[in-house]
């Protein structure tokens, strides 16, 4: 048999050939050679030498991981495991209602009603990083958003990137769009909440005002919290948020913190795009405390009514009518003209329909009743009358003979003569205090006031102070905010304004309530219960108590003396008679007719700018014990007598008729 491992000639291979032909064919030189019996040493294929650095930069990029891991996982691992909590874990808010407000028998005057504000979470928007900065910034998905958003709210570009304009896109702070939107517009972004990735609804309690016009100066309205009004609250008691209303006129707020409740929070699990997944924990919302008004909503409607009616006859839009309980300050009724309905601005005022309430010639926002300031007229000669009294400077028989004017010499030319006159140029004639007051003598109060031939008169100085005893040049202290204070003119507040010395001429107008005096129509009401109780001066309030919204009782309001015993009692009397004699055969006598004695003071006050004068009265009952004070004021009514004294009739007969 043929030897195994002899190698064939048909493959070209030899006992001689064994070596680089067979080793370049088939690779196995490396490994063996012909020329030796054993194997050659291969050189290496690279020198690890020359890539040592290769092991350095490798051992580095291990060092700089390890480290960042330590500082990641141990120096800011709680840091950082919160702030994943954070992205998991939402804490949403529950707004609290407002406490809501009552009349004094209970009837309900403002209630909270739902409202719908679309806002946007700024870290749930689908945002992208800025390659360079890696800032989060709105790119088109996000852009896509907002268009989207803009289309179904239908508002515009401006007023869309006017509430933008701050936005941080880190914050989970909810930002509003635009607040009180429609049923359908809530539905429709309920709906596509895939599209609108951090377009969230709000549910917010509003309110409804129930007699929004009779009652807007007094109740005032509620609005969004502004940054600087958020800045003041910041040490309040209670905590507020960017979106919160808070009290912005009237009642709502003087008694904020009282109506405010606290809000409800809510912990929520979301998933990544900001969408609840469940809720893990839940405060519930504390409502505000309620209030209990001294007004009853039955009379406040007549009085506006009455008022409206009464001021339409002389043409005129603009009037106020105030009444209080002489006995403790209460307030009865309160009615400026004209109103305005404050349900508007609670649901968010149109720029619309702020215009034409702003731009309205007659100033519906303005209430009367403690910011309008009015010349007093012949309403303060019960005070010039009890200051005169009191200072001995007459008695109830000092007697003025009224011609209808009186004439007085210049002091340093006796050749200039200055004619004072009254309303009545023809006279009426011997006058004492109760005639003077009832039919209103201008030339018996020049005499008191300021003097005339050898009756020395109070001067300027001794009605400045017992005006000021009665509450003028003062806020009255109601429970309402941005109450006047009036003006009491005297010699240095008229060098210092007008660049003029004093005249006698400015006592006297001074004495009839003319001039540069100044007052509102509660200060008026205020000095008239003075009168009507003998001698007290009570703090006028709107709030009778405060409860809670089981109607527990939480506080009541005391009746508070600002001021007692000033003036005698027996002169407080004198001029009582005086002013019951004004209804008796004086300029009102037209409240004969009611079931109850009265007592009142007409006052006709000019004013520049018009040649109309406002028409004022003033008046108490039951005279023997008061319990309403009521002051008219009808701006141009003309007359006291032709104008605010129906009014104060029609009202007095209906709150006997129906107390």
Request: aromatic share 10%.
């Amino acid at each position: 048999m043929r030897d195994p491992f002899e190698i064939k000639n048909s493959l070209n291979f030899d006992s001689h050939s064994t070596g680089s032909d067979y080793g370049s064919d088939w690779d196995v030189d490396p490994f063996f050679s012909s020329k030796s019996s054993r194997p050659d040493i291969k050189k290496p294929f690279y020198k690890h030498q020359k890539i040592r650095w290769l092991y350095f930069v490798v051992l580095g990029v291990f060092i700089v991981l390890i480290s960042r891991t330590f500082f990641l996982q141990i120096v800011q691992g709680d840091s950082l495991k919160a702030a994943a909590e954070e992205n998991r874990y939402r804490v949403n808010i529950t707004r609290a209602p407002r406490g809501v407000i009552y009349d004094s028998k209970k009837q309900l005057l403002v209630k909270n009603v739902p409202s719908f504000d679309a806002t946007i979470i700024p870290a749930d928007l689908p945002l992208e990083r800025n390659t360079e900065t890696r800032e989060r910034e709105c790119k088109s998905k996000c852009e896509d958003v907002f268009y989207l958003l803009k289309t179904v709210l239908n508002i515009s570009d401006d007023d869309f990137n006017k509430a933008i304009k701050k936005i941080d896109y880190n914050s989970y702070e909810p930002l509003l769009i635009k607040e009180n939107i429609s049923r359908d517009e809530t539905l429709i972004i309920n709906s596509r909440d895939a599209d609108l990735l951090g377009v969230v609804v709000e549910k917010n309690p509003i309110r409804d005002y129930q007699f929004s016009s009779t009652f807007a100066h007094m109740m005032g309205y509620i609005g969004k919290i502004t940054e600087e009004e958020l800045e003041e609250k910041q040490n309040a008691s209670k905590k507020y948020l960017l979106n919160d209303y808070i009290g912005k006129q009237g009642l709502e707020l003087s008694y904020e913190e009282i109506l405010k409740g606290i809000n409800g929070q809510q912990q929520v699990e979301v998933d990544s795009t900001g969408r609840v997944k469940k809720i893990v924990k839940q405060d519930e919302p504390q409502a505000g405390n309620d209030i209990v008004l001294s007004i009853n909503k039955d009379f406040q409607i007549q009085l506006e009514k009455s008022l409206k009616a009464g001021a339409e006859v002389t043409s005129s839009k603009k009037a106020a009518a105030v009444a209080l309980n002489p006995q403790n300050g209460e307030i009865l009724g309160y009615v400026s003209l004209p109103t305005y309905d404050n349900n508007l601005f609670a649901k968010g005022i149109s720029e619309k329909d702020y215009r034409q309430i702003a731009n309205d010639e007659n100033k519906p926002l303005i209430d009367r009743i403690i910011n309008g300031l009015y010349p007093p007229a012949s309403t303060i000669k019960p005070v010039v009358a009890s200051a005169a009294l009191t200072e001995g400077l007459i008695d109830h028989n000092t007697t003025v003979d009224d011609k209808g004017s009186i004439k007085v010499p210049n002091k340093y030319n006796p050749d200039i003569i200055y004619n004072f006159v009254g309303w009545n140029l023809q006279g009426l004639g011997p006058v004492n205090i109760y005639s003077a007051i009832a039919k209103s003598s201008d030339i018996y109060f020049y005499y008191v006031g300021g003097g005339f031939d050898e009756f020395p008169g109070l001067g300027e100085k001794k009605l400045e102070e017992y005006y000021k005893k009665f509450g003028m040049g003062s806020q009255t202290g109601i429970d309402l905010p941005n109450e006047s204070e009036g003006l009491i003119p005297n010699p240095a507040w008229k060098e210092k304004t007008k660049n003029e010395v004093w005249y006698l001429g400015d006592t006297y107008h001074m004495a009839i309530g003319q001039g540069d005096v100044l007052s509102t129509p509660l200060q008026v009401a205020n000095w008239t219960s003075i009168f009507a109780n003998g001698g007290t001066f009570y703090k006028p309030h709107l709030v009778k108590k405060v409860i809670n919204n089981q109607q527990n009782m939480i506080s009541e309001t005391e009746p508070r003396i600002i001021r007692e015993n000033f003036i005698p009692q027996g002169h407080i009397e004198t001029v009582r008679q005086a002013m019951k004699q004004t209804v008796e055969d004086g300029s009102a006598k037209m409240l004969q007719g009611l079931k109850v004695s009265t007592a009142g003071k007409t006052g006709t006050a000019e004013h520049s700018g018009s040649d109309k004068n406002h028409a004022w009265f003033t008046v108490f009952a039951p005279y023997e014990n008061p319990e309403i004070v009521l002051t008219v004021l009808v701006e141009e009514g003309i007359g006291g007598e032709s104008a605010a004294v129906p009014i104060a009739k029609e009202v007095l007969q209906w709150y006997f008729d129906n107390k």
